[in-house]
T-cell receptor, first 113, second 114 residues
């Protein structure tokens, strides 16, 4: 069974629009960690955020915000006032007691000027 | 150099060739990883090294052979590859091999097998 699901394969928005990338995860462990990574066309995955399962506070970093809801097993990522430089593939990942990273299949975000 | 570096960035090889991918991390981390990223597939974890010892090998064909001579360097030796092995190979490192640590990735090696 897939542990991390990113149902949105590709999203296109116009610059300055807000966009939310969905991530749904599956685990039986009570202690786990969730991550978001950005992969620009250059190929390198860039770490954005880590959240542990005991901290459900939402987090905001500039134009980025994350909404963690254990009740729905979701860890969604919102970009406010999107910019062309935000165009990339975004990956959600889960790490649980198996000490593995489970990556979702990624959501490709296209921000058009 | 900072972060995680990988060489070469691009590699084209025939099925009978032998080549090696190199990864170096400058972060003082203890764990290193090889991933394969194919088109339209999630990242596939291939190998994990913790303190220079292999701790995981996810059913990877023997034509891929990893080597970790020290905690800063990781190699992936390739021989008699198949066209389906064409992919982006990503190296990553983390503070330790623990679920709580984020991984830092290199830029990858784009491999084409002809």
């Amino acid at each position: 069974a897939q542990k991390v699901t990113q149902a949105q394969t590709e999203i296109s928005v116009v610059e300055k629009e807000d966009v939310t990338l969905d991530c749904v995860y599956e685990t039986r462990d009570t202690t786990y960690y969730l991550f978001w990574y950005k992969q620009p066309p250059s190929g390198e995955l860039v770490f954005l955020i880590r959240r542990n399962s005991f901290d459900e506070q939402n987090e905001i970093s500039g134009r980025y915000s994350w909404n963690f809801q254990k009740s729905t097993s979701s860890f969604n990522f919102t970009i406010t006032a999107s910019q062309v430089v935000d165009s990339a593939v975004y990956f959600c990942a889960l790490s649980d007691t198996t000490y593995k990273f489970y990556f979702g299949s990624g959501t490709k975000l296209n921000v058009k000027p | 150099e900072t972060g995680v570096t990988q060489t070469p960035r691009h590699l084209v090889m025939g099925m009978t060739n032998k080549k090696s991918l190199k990864c170096e991390q400058h972060l003082g981390h203890n764990a290193m990883y090889w991933y394969k990223q194919s088109a339209k597939k999630p990242l596939e974890l291939m190998f994990v090294y913790s303190l220079e010892e292999r701790v995981e090998n996810n059913s990877v064909p023997s034509r891929f052979s990893p080597e970790c001579p020290n905690s800063s360097h990781l190699f992936l030796h390739l021989h008699t590859l198949q066209p389906e092995d064409s992919a982006l190979y990503l190296c990553a490192s983390s503070q330790d091999h623990d679920r709580s640590y984020e991984q830092y990735f290199g830029p990858g090696t784009r491999l084409t097998v002809t």
